[in-house]
């Protein structure tokens, strides 16, 4: 690959990279957002609803970062709280309910860790939800389209099938942090990214992920038909999986097996 692993967390982070809502607007008609989590209160970082995919119907839920320094304010920088994943949670089995499948679009650093959101058991929300979307019988797609940080992100990755933007990073940590642990240091951010395989390429080595989605023309109306038309065939073919419970199980219990890591 030409960049780095730490030019690839930039471009990941880049502020004109499309968002969940972008992809949202530009692959699905007639969205229709529900909001709340029934609990609490509706956390503007994650947004779901109901919408047509060439015609049927699905479940989509996103991350949502925001572009203008307003919005990121507003969507709380993409770090869900517990309600927002919560709100994630409702809608998922609301589509099982209904027989919807759902698409997912992440692009967090990670769960918000405020004092507020562990009061608000920030953990065990994000634990249900790995629980939970482990058995639902619907498919499920879940697509990296900038950071997915640790928890946060897996809280909404617990998918049929994973996809990553060619420029996406996965991580269980981010570089500065993890350079912050290790060597209290956060010069050390770059080295810790290429230790910690976090791009696309090293995700898809180990089996995190099924596919690499390049970022030829991203945001471009080309861009967005690319994906409707990737996701209506993957669809397609996990809602005649017979077995789609028991293979989700297995690909996660079978993810690095075998896989050679490269220094």
């Known amino acids: 690959m030409s960049e780095s692993a730490y030019e690839r967390v930039k471009l990941a982070r880049d502020k004109d990279r499309p968002t969940g809502l ?8 007639g969205f229709i957002e529900f909001h709340g989590d029934r609990r609490y209160a509706d956390d503007p970082a994650i947004v779901g609803g109901i919408a047509r995919l060439n015609g049927s ?6 991350i949502e970062k925001g572009h203008t320094a307003k919005e990121r304010t507003y969507r709380n920088f993409g770090a869900p709280n517990p309600e927002g994943y919560r709100k994630a949670l409702r809608l998922m089995k609301q589509a099982e309910k209904f027989g919807r499948p759902i698409i997912c679009f992440i692009d967090t650093s990670g769960a918000f860790c405020g004092i507020g959101a562990e009061e608000r058991g920030q953990g065990q929300a994000i634990a249900e939800n790995l629980m939970e979307m482990s058995t639902l019988c619907v498919p499920v797609i879940s697509i990296l389209i900038g950071e997915g940080g640790s928890g946060g992100a897996l809280a909404l990755a617990v998918a049929d099938r994973v996809w990553m933007l060619q420029n996406a990073v996965y991580s269980v940590i981010s570089p500065e942090g993890c350079a912050s642990i290790l060597w209290k240091d956060l010069a050390k951010a770059e080295t810790a990214a290429q230790s910690l395989k976090l791009t696309a ?28 038309t990737l996701l209506t065939e993957e669809l397609e073919e996990l809602e005649h999986d017979p077995d789609l419970v028991s293979n989700r199980y ?4 079978n993810i690095g097996t075998g896989a050679v890591i490269k220094e």
């Open 22 to 29: 972008d992809y949202i607007r530009n692959i699905f008609k």
């Open 57 to 62: 119907p699905v479940t989509v839920i996103a």
């Open 250 to 253: 297995d690909r996660f219990r």
């Open 201 to 228: 390429e090293d995700a898809k080595s180990l089996g995190v992920i099924e596919r690499i989605l390049s970022e030829k023309e991203i945001g471009k109306k080309e861009f967005y038909d690319r994906i409707r």
